[in-house]
């Protein structure tokens, strides 16, 4: 069983950056790929980022590539999303998953999810 806690969400201007955390309460989070997906109101939950084992590969939406960094520190048991020049269409709910998946950016892959931070962004 994997509990998964994000934070770091907030109001910020467009233009602005956020850094959000994803905390796992599990005994290792090494053999779950991690991802980050979003939800704006009356919208499908899509994908923005997901990350490997090791950290050694990771993949964007293309609407957040170049803005967004997704890393993780396995020691910590933690996975980030750094997300840089944000805009207001990345207003939404952001939720952190693991899967056991080598990475996925299908939400169906994703065993475990969090209860999601709210990021607003201002234009």
């Known amino acids: 069983q994997v509990r998964l806690v994000e934070s770091g969400g907030g109001l910020v201007q467009a233009g602005g950056s956020l850094t959000l955390s994803c905390a796992a309460s599990?005994?290792?989070?090494?053999?779950?790929?991690m991802g980050w997906f979003r939800q704006a109101p009356g919208k499908e939950r899509e994908f923005v980022a997901t990350?490997?084992?090791?950290?050694?590969?990771?993949y964007y939406a293309d609407s957040v590539k170049g803005r967004f960094t997704i890393s993780r520190d396995n020691a910590k048991k933690m996975a980030a999303l750094q997300m840089n020049n944000l805009k207001a269409e990345d207003t939404a709910v952001y939720y952190c998953?693991?899967?056991?998946?080598?990475?996925?950016?299908?939400?169906?892959?994703?065993?475990?999810w969090g209860q999601g931070t709210q990021v607003t962004v201002s234009s």
């Open positions: 599990a005994r290792t989070i090494s053999s779950y790929a």
């Open positions: 998953g693991a899967t056991g998946k080598i990475y996925s950016a299908h939400k169906e892959d994703y065993r475990y």
């Open positions: 990350i490997n084992w090791s950290g050694g590969q990771a």
